[in-house]
């Protein structure tokens, strides 16, 4: 048995799957034998839901919400059986982070930039230096309710 029962959201490099959802955590799946994936690792960062994921270069990305804090996790999946944190960038804006659901956000990287949306507001994150552990808000931008 995985660590969730209620995938929301996947991400994929090569073969191996990486899946989070509102059980908590992510699951990483090693999908080269398509009929038999098996799990290779999990991750689990302080008991919350990881919404959205995406990877690039080894790390994997994921915003979490809890309470009124919005926090980026980068997490090193180099070794993709014990994925480990790289570190956080805590804090950004969300408009409303005690109510997110697993539609209302999401992650994309680009190069060294990474875009969430997360209940009305939309961020850009440099991630320029990997070895930096403070990973910059460079804007964020929140939608007009008429």
Excluded: W
């Excluded at 999908?31 to 839901?49: C, E, H, I, M, R």
């Excluded at 990881?50 to 919005?70: E, K, P, R």
């Excluded at 808000?137 to 007009?144: D, K, S, V």
């Amino acid at each position: 048995k995985v660590n969730s029962t209620n995938y929301a959201h996947i991400a994929v490099d090569g073969t191996t799957v990486y899946a989070t959802g509102p059980d908590g955590g992510m699951d990483i799946i090693d999908a080269s034998v398509p009929s038999s994936p098996s799990l290779l690792g999990t991750f689990q960062y302080n008991d919350t839901y990881l919404h959205g994921v995406t990877v690039n270069n080894g790390f994997a990305y994921s915003i979490t919400t809890g309470g009124s804090n919005t926090t980026l996790c980068i997490v090193d999946v180099h070794h993709p059986q014990s994925p480990t944190l790289f570190t956080t960038s805590e804090d950004l804006p969300c408009e409303h982070a005690v109510y997110v659901d697993s539609s209302a956000t999401s992650i994309a990287i680009h190069r060294t930039t990474v875009y969430y949306s997360c209940e009305g507001t939309f961020g850009i994150i440099d991630i320029k230096d990997a070895s930096s552990p403070s990973p910059q808000l460079l804007g964020e931008y929140t939608a007009q309710v008429f």
